[in-house]
Protein backbone atom coordinates (compact mmCIF):
# COMPACT_ATOMS: atom_id res chain seq x y z
CA UNK A 1 0.00 0.00 0.00
CA UNK A 2 1.78 3.36 -1.21
CA UNK A 3 1.85 5.53 2.11
CA UNK A 4 4.06 8.89 2.30
CA UNK A 5 4.50 10.29 5.91
CA UNK A 6 5.84 13.29 6.48
CA UNK A 7 7.10 14.52 9.94
CA UNK A 8 9.51 17.29 11.13
CA UNK A 9 6.72 19.93 10.99
CA UNK A 10 6.15 22.73 14.14
CA UNK A 11 6.35 26.20 15.76
CA UNK A 12 9.44 27.98 14.51
CA UNK A 13 10.69 31.49 14.57
CA UNK A 14 11.03 33.76 11.76
CA UNK A 15 14.79 32.95 10.39
CA UNK A 16 15.03 29.45 12.23
CA UNK A 17 15.33 26.21 10.67
CA UNK A 18 13.82 23.01 10.34
CA UNK A 19 14.01 19.37 8.22
CA UNK A 20 11.02 17.68 7.05
CA UNK A 21 11.26 14.23 6.42
CA UNK A 22 9.18 12.12 4.08
CA UNK A 23 9.30 8.19 5.01
CA UNK A 24 8.11 6.35 1.53
CA UNK A 25 6.17 2.76 2.31
CA UNK A 26 4.59 0.84 -0.80
CA UNK A 27 6.77 2.42 -3.52
CA UNK A 28 11.01 3.26 -3.83
CA UNK A 29 11.32 7.17 -4.31
CA UNK A 30 14.54 6.49 -6.01
CA UNK A 31 13.11 6.44 -9.84
CA UNK A 32 10.40 8.40 -9.22
CA UNK A 33 9.96 11.92 -10.05
CA UNK A 34 9.27 13.70 -6.71
CA UNK A 35 8.44 16.95 -4.57
CA UNK A 36 7.25 19.31 -1.64
CA UNK A 37 4.20 20.72 -1.61
CA UNK A 38 2.30 23.04 0.28
CA UNK A 39 -0.81 24.27 1.39
CA UNK A 40 -0.84 28.06 3.34
CA UNK A 41 -4.21 28.96 5.18
CA UNK A 42 -7.04 30.33 2.53
CA UNK A 43 -4.55 29.19 -0.75
CA UNK A 44 -4.20 26.83 -2.91
CA UNK A 45 -1.96 24.13 -2.84
CA UNK A 46 1.82 25.52 -4.24
CA UNK A 47 4.80 23.27 -5.50
CA UNK A 48 7.91 24.16 -3.37
CA UNK A 49 10.47 22.27 -4.77
CA UNK A 50 10.69 19.05 -7.14
CA UNK A 51 13.53 16.94 -8.53
CA UNK A 52 13.33 14.96 -11.62
CA UNK A 53 14.34 11.56 -11.40
CA UNK A 54 16.17 11.35 -14.67
CA UNK A 55 18.54 14.25 -14.86
CA UNK A 56 18.43 15.12 -11.25
CA UNK A 57 17.19 18.67 -11.97
CA UNK A 58 14.93 20.54 -9.56
CA UNK A 59 13.30 23.74 -9.55
CA UNK A 60 12.17 25.58 -6.48
CA UNK A 61 9.45 27.94 -5.61
CA UNK A 62 10.87 31.28 -6.09
CA UNK A 63 10.87 32.56 -2.47
CA UNK A 64 11.92 29.56 -1.37
CA UNK A 65 14.77 29.54 -3.35
CA UNK A 66 18.14 29.75 -1.87
CA UNK A 67 16.76 28.75 1.90
CA UNK A 68 15.19 25.23 0.88
CA UNK A 69 16.80 22.51 -0.34
CA UNK A 70 14.85 19.08 -1.31
CA UNK A 71 16.78 15.86 -1.31
CA UNK A 72 16.49 11.85 -0.68
CA UNK A 73 18.02 9.42 0.90
CA UNK A 74 17.41 6.00 -1.06
CA UNK A 75 18.71 3.87 1.23
CA UNK A 76 16.43 4.99 3.41
CA UNK A 77 13.66 5.60 0.89
CA UNK A 78 13.30 8.98 2.55
CA UNK A 79 12.83 12.71 0.90
CA UNK A 80 14.09 15.57 2.87
CA UNK A 81 13.29 19.13 2.71
CA UNK A 82 15.89 21.38 4.64
CA UNK A 83 14.25 24.73 5.71
CA UNK A 84 16.59 27.53 6.86
CA UNK A 85 15.87 31.09 7.33
CA UNK A 86 12.28 30.78 7.76
CA UNK A 87 9.67 33.13 7.24
CA UNK A 88 5.99 33.69 8.52
CA UNK A 89 4.90 32.77 4.73
CA UNK A 90 6.38 29.63 4.75
CA UNK A 91 3.18 28.65 7.30
CA UNK A 92 1.22 26.04 5.38
CA UNK A 93 1.02 22.07 5.53
CA UNK A 94 3.87 20.24 3.94
CA UNK A 95 2.81 17.58 1.45
CA UNK A 96 5.61 14.96 -0.28
CA UNK A 97 4.74 13.47 -3.43
CA UNK A 98 5.39 11.33 -6.58
CA UNK A 99 4.80 13.82 -9.20
CA UNK A 100 3.12 13.98 -12.50
CA UNK A 101 5.54 12.81 -15.38
CA UNK A 102 6.75 16.18 -16.99
CA UNK A 103 10.28 17.19 -18.50
CA UNK A 104 10.58 20.14 -16.55
CA UNK A 105 10.47 20.02 -12.90
CA UNK A 106 8.98 23.46 -12.78
CA UNK A 107 6.10 22.17 -14.64
CA UNK A 108 5.95 18.77 -12.62
CA UNK A 109 5.78 20.54 -9.89
CA UNK A 110 2.87 23.05 -10.69
CA UNK A 111 0.88 20.67 -12.34
CA UNK A 112 0.83 18.18 -9.12
CA UNK A 113 -0.04 20.48 -7.41
CA UNK A 114 -2.76 21.73 -9.23
CA UNK A 115 -3.78 17.94 -10.42
CA UNK A 116 -2.76 16.07 -7.50
CA UNK A 117 -0.24 13.38 -7.27
CA UNK A 118 0.60 10.79 -10.03
CA UNK A 119 -0.52 7.78 -7.38
CA UNK A 120 -2.58 7.38 -5.12
CA UNK A 121 -4.01 10.50 -2.99
CA UNK A 122 -2.13 13.48 -0.68
CA UNK A 123 -1.31 12.40 2.83
CA UNK A 124 -2.01 14.41 5.89
CA UNK A 125 1.44 16.75 5.46
CA UNK A 126 3.03 18.34 8.27
CA UNK A 127 2.24 21.47 9.48
CA UNK A 128 4.57 24.01 9.75
CA UNK A 129 3.96 27.49 11.55
CA UNK A 130 6.60 30.35 11.34
CA UNK A 131 6.50 32.89 14.05
CA UNK A 132 7.17 36.43 13.62
Known amino acids: QLQFVESGGGLVQTGGSLRLSCAAS????????IGWFRQAPGKDREGISC????????YYLPSVKDRFTISRDGAKNTMYLQMNNRLPADTGVYYC?????????????????????????WGQGTQVTVSP
Open 26 to 33: GVTLDGYD
Open 97 to 121: EVGKKHPSAQAMCAMTARLGPQMGQ
Open 51 to 58: ILNYDGST
